[in-house]
Nanobody, 115 residues
Framework: QVQVVESGGGLVQPGGSLGLSCEAS????????MGWYRQTPGKQRELVAS???????NYANSVKGRFTISRDNSKNTVYLQMNSLKPEDTAVYYC?????????WGPGTQVTVSS
């Protein structure tokens, strides 16, 4: 089983930057996918960005050019650097880690973009 813990998040002004981290622990040798999702009240959880073990990335159109996902396989950690933040980026951000044996989610971390 894989455990997932997010860190980072908080309050930032529009146009600002924020970084999120997500560390996986437990049975991590078979992890093939790490991603960030976000959710606002009344809406479905949506994919923000993802990265495979080989380094292939995928981004939501709304964050392309502003967000960057990266991972450190040696630390089983995935990062999300968010720049040029907009109020519409406000959401709870969740880390998702998929392995051969498990599909795990973190508890989520709040990101609020407001002046």
């Amino acid at each position: 089983q894989v455990q997932v813990v997010e860190s980072g998040g908080g309050l930032v002004q529009p146009g600002g930057s924020l970084g999120l981290s997500c560390e996986a622990s437990g049975v991590v040798f078979s992890i093939y996918f790490m991603g960030w999702y976000r959710q606002t009240p009344g809406k479905q959880r949506e994919l923000v960005a993802s990265i495979t073990r080989g380094g292939s990335t995928n981004y939501a159109n709304s964050v392309k050019g502003r967000f960057t996902i990266s991972r450190d396989n040696s630390k089983n950690t995935v990062y999300l650097q968010m720049n040029s933040l907009k109020p519409e980026d406000t959401a709870v951000y969740y880390c998702n880690v998929r392995s051969v044996y498990d599909d795990s989610w973190g508890p989520g971390t709040q990101v609020t973009v407001s002046s």
